[in-house]
C-alpha cells in the first residue's frame, strides 16, 4: 500500500468517524493518538490531518495537534445559500432537451439506485445510512450534470452540512420529522428533463434545510 492510498484510507476515516458523531465538534486530538489507533506511521497521519484541515474539516493547533472543527447555525445557513446559487445556476444550463440527454444511462440507474436507498432511510430515521446515501446521491448526481469542480465544490459543502448536522439530529428524538427525503421524486423530475420541476424539488430541500436551521436556532436561545 502506498503511502498516499494509506493517506486517503486514514482521512477517510476520520472523516466517516466526524459523521458518525464519534469525533464531536471541538474534539481535540494528536497525531501520535491517531497513530496509535491506526496502527501506522505518523507521516501519512499528519498528512490526512492536514487534508482534513485543508477542507475545513479539522482545526489545526501548533502545540495542542487538531481538534474538529465546530459550524456555526450561520455556517450552516451559508452552505445552503451557497450550493443552492450553484445548483440552480447548474440546471438553467441544462434546460429541456439538455437536460433529459443527459439523464439516461447507466449513471442515472445508480443514481436512481442511491435515492431509493436514502429515501428509505429517511423514512425510517437511520441517520448513519442516510448520510452515506445521501452523499452518494448527490456526488453521483452533480457529476451527470456538471464539471468536476463543480462538483467536488458541491460535495465538500454537503459533507461540512452533515458534519454540522450530526450531533444536533441523533440527540433529536424526532429525527424523522427533520429528514429531507425527497431524492426519488428529483430523479423522477431529471429524467423527464423537466427543469422547472427539479429546481422546485432542490429548492423544496433548501427550505427544508433553512427551516430546520431556524428551529434549531429558536431550541438553542
Not at 163 to 191: I, N, Q, Y
Request: glycine share 6%; hydrophobic share 45%; with cysteine.
Amino acid at each position: 500500500m502506498t503511502r498516499n492510498t494509506l493517506r486517503q484510507q486514514i482521512a477517510d476515516a476520520l472523516r466517516d468517524e466526524v459523521l458518525a458523531g464519534r469525533l464531536l465538534p471541538g474534539q481535540e486530538f494528536t497525531v501520535k493518538q491517531i497513530a496509535e489507533q491506526y496502527g501506522v506511521s505518523a507521516t501519512p497521519v499528519r498528512e490526512a490531518l492536514v487534508d482534513l484541515s485543508a477542507q475545513d474539516l479539522l482545526d489545526s493547533d501548533q502545540h495542542r495537534g487538531f481538534r474538529v472543527h465546530q459550524f456555526s447555525v450561520d455556517d450552516f445557513r451559508r452552505m445552503v445559500d451557497a450550493r443552492s446559487l450553484i445548483v440552480d445556476a447548474v440546471f438553467r444550463r441544462l434546460e429541456g432537451e439538455h437536460l433529459a440527454a443527459r439523464a439516461h444511462g447507466a449513471v442515472l440507474v445508480s443514481v436512481r439506485r442511491r435515492a431509493e436507498e436514502a429515501a428509505r432511510a429517511a423514512r425510517s430515521g437511520d441517520l448513519t445510512i442516510l448520510i452515506g446515501y445521501d452523499l452518494r446521491f448527490w456526488r453521483e448526481l452533480c457529476a451527470l450534470v456538471a464539471n468536476p469542480y463543480v462538483a467536488d465544490f458541491l460535495n465538500r459543502l454537503r459533507v461540512q452540512a452533515w458534519v454540522f448536522s450530526v450531533p444536533f439530529l441523533r440527540a433529536d428524538p424526532e429525527v424523522r420529522k427533520r429528514l429531507w427525503g425527497g431524492h426519488e421524486r428529483l430523479v423522477d423530475a431529471l429524467t423527464l428533463g423537466d427543469a422547472p420541476a427539479v429546481r422546485a424539488v432542490i429548492g423544496e430541500y433548501d427550505n427544508h434545510s433553512l427551516a430546520w436551521a431556524d428551529r434549531l436556532e429558536s431550541s438553542q436561545r
